[in-house]
Nanobody
Framework: QVQLVESGGGLVQAGGSLRLSCAAS????????MAWFRQAPGKERDFVAR???????YYADSVKGRFTISRDNAKNTVYLQMNSLKPEDTAVYFC???????????????????WGQGTQVTVSS
């Protein structure tokens, strides 16, 4: 059974940092695009960042220069380093895996097949 488990969320003051982790089990995702999405109350699930199988990374404009996505294939884990956090970054953050291998993935959450349960990030002003 495939599982994605996020960790690392919490409460932080504006300007602070957090590092989210997403540990996968049940299969390896080294050949798949992995992504982070976030969802604030009453809003749609938005793309944050993705890292494709080759290591290339893509970011939403709102987080570019502040967030960094990375992966450790040996640990089957994806990370999201979040710096210079702002109150508008407050949301539940979800890890997702794109089912098709050797593909660049998309920014549409509906295209992703595997999801974690989410981790809450709250940034106070």
């Amino acid at each position: 059974q495939v599982q994605l488990v996020e960790s690392g969320g919490g409460l932080v003051q504006a300007g602070g940092s957090l590092r989210l982790s997403c540990a996968a089990s049940g299969r390896t995702f080294s050949s798949n695009t992995m992504a982070w999405f976030r969802q604030a109350p009453g809003k749609e699930r938005d793309f944050v960042a993705r890292i494709i199988w080759s290591g290339s990374t893509y970011y939403a404009d709102s987080v570019k220069g502040r967030f960094t996505i990375s992966r450790d294939n040996a640990k089957n884990t994806v990370y999201l380093q979040m710096n210079s956090l702002k109150p508008e970054d407050t949301a539940v953050y979800f890890c997702a895996a794109y089912a098709r291998t050797y593909s660049g993935g998309t920014v549409n959450y509906l295209d992703y097949s595997y999801w974690g349960q989410g981790t809450q990030v709250t940034v106070s002003s």
